[in-house]
């Protein structure tokens, strides 16, 4: 039984980390209707920035206090999320308006392969330590209940508890204030949105910067847990069954299909793995939300569509 | 001036149904088939049927049986390496299994695998479309990633999934040489080309498409949906699976499921896209275009570095790479949405005209 938990409670914090890639997806998906294959790439970018300016810091300027270094280093990397938001914005987005689905795909497609390029020349392509100073004792829950008690991992809480705060300020940052509106009336509508007034290029630019924050915060995390690395991007692959599990337009789609495939991974990996030849990881979430399709196409929380002729 | 159709009048609905209805077209291409057979073992060098010819025309292949689905039917697969490797070691298992299986049923054994595969993964198109399609096809690569890597049967209890096959040979010639290696997969080329290109003006080549452009009128109108998406699923997988086939077979000799990844999944729609969607001819640009690009890439790039008195390594020409790679793909959707295809095309039109511009 403890064990059966420590395995759910894995799969959950696995889970969360999804749900972090994938809010960056819907969140573009939502305001542009643009499916950004980038996603996985602008975690790597946002994160081995934060990764390098964090040791480049104190070399260059004598700052001994890890915090600061860290801090400095997140505005950093912010920043520079914001100048590709602008960027890619300008150069790509504003000439494909109005193209169809698959080549917005092929031309995100496009900007990952630039990202990772660039990139990796800029920041190099090693294996490089986040230390944000994260607590890594693992301690040991409910030892009253069962034998040795539950093992968690007290960074796994503090990152749960990172991406909950931020899904909260994106809660209230869409439906509280005024850019929020903005961008969820485009989300409807991107033509009545911009009869009434509404610049759609500043929208999309704000999107991608809020979606380069979430890769942000999605790498910070995961490159303290694991180091970040190339393979980093193949996390975007990983997280793209949450967003059909969830619903491409949904932010709580996100989340609880994030958390569905993190503890059904886990869960599947750990009971019906040994059965036929383990690592079924790589497809379980992607069987889970094909089978999950065929009865409700539109996912979770996603809208339906009525097509008429 | 020389590439006119006055004067060819066509009297009967054959010649108007031809594929290409202009001489100078037929003649052109007959030429370059011919050329491609003939001329170009004349000059070529080992190196060059081995890195640029036969993969070319191997892609080509595939590239043509993405475009079928994608292109004409308009379901995004990202799976088609999957396909690719469904038919590479479907194949192999026939050749493993039954002693004396000749190269050419066990390619289109290959393909049936590849075939019956796709039907099962393109059950969901029936429900969803689009990038929820997109992604869902993913499941197939994912799983075909897995089930080589895992289940021993299929790679006849090889330890880390990778086999290999030698003496091949057809009708009693070997393929060995690399110039046979590229005339036995530019033959294969050319008879599914042709037939690919027959299908598709075909009735349900017009099905295809007007699934394509909108499904819910084209059902409206009679076409069976799920009798045009599978079917496309069907024999495009069918072509990506036989193109899997001589990739591993041919090109390759000994292969492990990494050579199937969704890397090359996503090479094979950036080659129906930057060919052009919806054409024939536009799999072979397309094709041409990323095969050959990261070659002049690799010889290209030190030089121009050498140039400028840097050096580079080998590190920075494959992120050099990725670069241009990325770039060039983004231009291109933002220059020429239609793809290489359409600029043909073109082409052809402002010669029909010239030298007046209309």
Redesign the interface.
Known sequence: MAFFLETLFGGLMAGMLYALVALGFVLIFKASGV?NFAQGAMVLFAALAMARFAEWIPQWTGIESKLLANTAAFVIAAAIMFVCAWVIER??LR??VN?D???L???T??????????G??LFG?EIYKIDIGMPKDPVFLLDSVFDGGVMVNQEDVIAAVIAACLVAALSLFFQKTSTGRALRAVADDHQAAQSIGIPLNRIWVIVWCVAGIVALVAGMIWGSKLGVQFTLTTVA?RA??V??LGG?TSVPGAIIGGLIIGVGEKLSEVYLGPY?????E??FA??L??VF??FR?Q?LFGEKII??? | MFYRENGQFKTSYRADQQIFTIRQDKVAILALILAAFLVVPMFATDYFYLAILTPLVIMSLAALGVNIL?GYCGQ?SLGSGAFMAVGAYGAYNFVVRMPGMPLIPALILGGLCATFFGILFG??SL??K???L???T??AQ??S??MF???KWFTNDSPSGSVSVNNLEVFGMAIQSAQSKYLFCLAVLVVLALLAKNLVRGAIGREWMAIRD????AS?IGIRPMYAKLSAFAVSSFIVGVAGALWGFVHLGAWEPAAFS?DIS?KL??MV?IGG?GSIMGSFFGAAFIVVLPIVLNLVLPALAGLFGMSIST??IS????????????WF??VE?HGIAKLWSTGKQKLRVWPFPH
């Open positions: 499916f150069l790509v000439h494909l193209q689905a698959a080549t795909l092929m031309a497609l496009g900007i990952t392969y630039f990202m990772e390029g660039v990796q020349t392509s692959l793209l069954p967003v059909i491409l036929v030849g383990g690592g079924i790589i497809w992607y069987v939300a094909l399709l065929l196409p996912g097509d008429r002729v | 994608v995004i059950l969901p429900r969803v689009g990038l929820y997109a992604v869902a993913l499941a994912f799983f990633d897995w890597l895992r289940i909108m499904d819910v009128a409206v969704v996503f729609l950036f896209i969607l590190a920075g992120h050099a790479e990725l670069i241009i790679f990325g770039g060039l793909i983004v959707l933002i949405p």
